[in-house]
């Protein structure tokens, strides 16, 4: 049996363990340091770029999580008890559960087909009918770069900047992907990045959040480090949070920058690879940029399933209690009460999942939108069917360094094999 395949495994430089061992050797064994430093220095450097113009000025600053950044996003844009938020339903839960930890309200958009990303007429439609049905504007907007693919930044920002709402990016899994050249997350007021081990680089565990400037990125650093006052004692004047990146992390962070461009053209590599072996695969699309605009680092490769495509087994989906989460969940999950629920993907999506992990090949299906998820029924959602399809039709295929040409036309051959 072949090695098996992973959906996106970390992959190291090289180079991590220098600069790990730098913050042993200088005792610099906490969250804060030369690594912390260097490595937002490397990302400002990174997401300022851009293809023919002179870079932006954005300031980074490093997190303990991706999740921490949308939090601290939220805080800085006044965030609070009983407000709303404007967030893409067709996400991973980080995007919209820091809402929740403030007493606010996640107000959920579906998605357009071209990008799959926030829907910017269902957008405006749901400014005007919150406005109209509380009487106060949302607090923030959150479009998210789904298995990083750009969002229709432009005609959010209109009409962000339009109500005066502040945009946080949710960049969490599309860190290099582009929009006219420009990098996600440095569009709107905030952009969120995650350096979670499966993510496109990795600090282990990990995130940022990009800045407009420097004064801003001082007031989420503050916020990050227990919002301490200047005293020579402990003085605090507003609540704060333990959010800092540890310098052996930001260490990781550092060895991972050396390789980012690498990974991110792997992963465009795997991306043509896939849809070209795929082309003539009746019933299979790949999802790819929606036009010239859209520049995707293609984190994770994904294609949907024709509900009439016929895949062996298929009789079999949801007849077993799954046993543990997508994605490991550090191994702790709650046991499922039900082989089904009301919302969830096709069985021949589950029947292709489960002949591929037959084959050694881990396979997912699209995020579930979180206006399906339970722990959201009662919160608004404006909606057009397109993201609850996705996720009855969808399925992530592996993408990243470790995925060669050759285990690329393994997965397309079982692929093939699979169906009936
Ligand atoms: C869309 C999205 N937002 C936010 C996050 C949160 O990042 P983290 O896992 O670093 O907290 C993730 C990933 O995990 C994500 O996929």
């Known amino acids: 049996m072949r090695e098996r395949i992973y959906l996106c495994l970390a992959h190291m430089s090289g180079r991590e363990m220098d600069y790990i061992k730098e913050a042993f050797d200088t005792n610099w064994v906490v969250p804060m340091g030369p690594n912390v430093n260097g490595f937002e220095k490397d990302l400002e450097s990174f997401v300022n770029r851009r293809e023919g113009k002179a870079p932006l000025d954005r300031k980074v600053v490093c997190l303990s999580a991706g999740t921490a950044a949308v939090h601290l996003a939220l805080i800085a844009c006044g965030v609070g008890a009983g407000d709303e938020v404007l967030v893409q339903s067709f996400t991973f839960c980080a995007s919209s559960h820091p809402i929740t930890y403030l007493g606010a309200t996640p107000v959920f958009i579906d998605s357009e087909k071209e990008s799959w990303n926030m829907d910017p007429d269902l957008l405006e439609a749901a400014i005007k009918d919150r406005i109209e049905k509380t009487g106060r504007q949302p607090k923030a907007i959150i479009p998210v770069a789904l298995y990083g693919m750009p969002y229709q930044i432009d005609r959010i920002m209109e009409i962000a900047d339009r109500y005066g709402i502040p945009v946080i990016e949710d960049g969490a899994e599309g860190f290099g992907s582009l929009y006219n050249g420009q990098s996600l997350g440095t569009f709107g007021r905030f952009g969120v990045l995650s350096f979670n081990g499966n993510k496109m680089i990795t600090t282990s565990g990990g995130g940022a959040l990009i800045c407009p400037d420097a004064e801003t990125a001082r007031e989420i650093l503050w916020y990050a480090t227990q919002a301490r006052e200047s005293y020579p004692y402990y003085q605090h004047e507003a609540i704060g949070y333990n959010y800092r990146m540890s310098n052996v992390c930001a260490g990781i962070g550092r060895g991972q920058m050396t390789v980012v461009d690498e990974h991110i053209e792997h992963h465009k590599h795997v991306q043509q690879l896939y849809c070209e072996l795929l082309k003539d695969v009746k019933g299979i699309t790949m999802h790819g940029n929606p036009g010239p605009e859209y520049d995707s680092n293609f984190w994770l490769c994904t294609a949907v399933l024709d509900p009439d495509l016929r895949i062996k087994g298929q009789e079999n989906a949801y007849r077993q209690v799954i046993t543990g989460a997508v994605g490991g969940a550090a191994g702790v999950t709650h046991a499922a009460s039900t082989a089904v629920t009301d919302c969830q993907p096709n069985s021949n999506v ?58 690329v036309r393994y997965i397309v051959d079982t692929i093939k094999a699979a169906i009936d």
């Open 350 to 407: 589950e029947g292709l999942r489960m002949a591929l992990d037959a084959a050694n090949v881990e396979a997912r299906p699209l995020w579930k939108p979180m206006h399906c998820q339970p722990v959201y029924k009662d919160a608004p959602a404006y909606l057009n069917g397109v993201s609850e399809a996705l996720f009855k039709t969808g399925i992530c295929l592996p993408a990243g360094p470790y995925v060669s040409d050759d285990d």
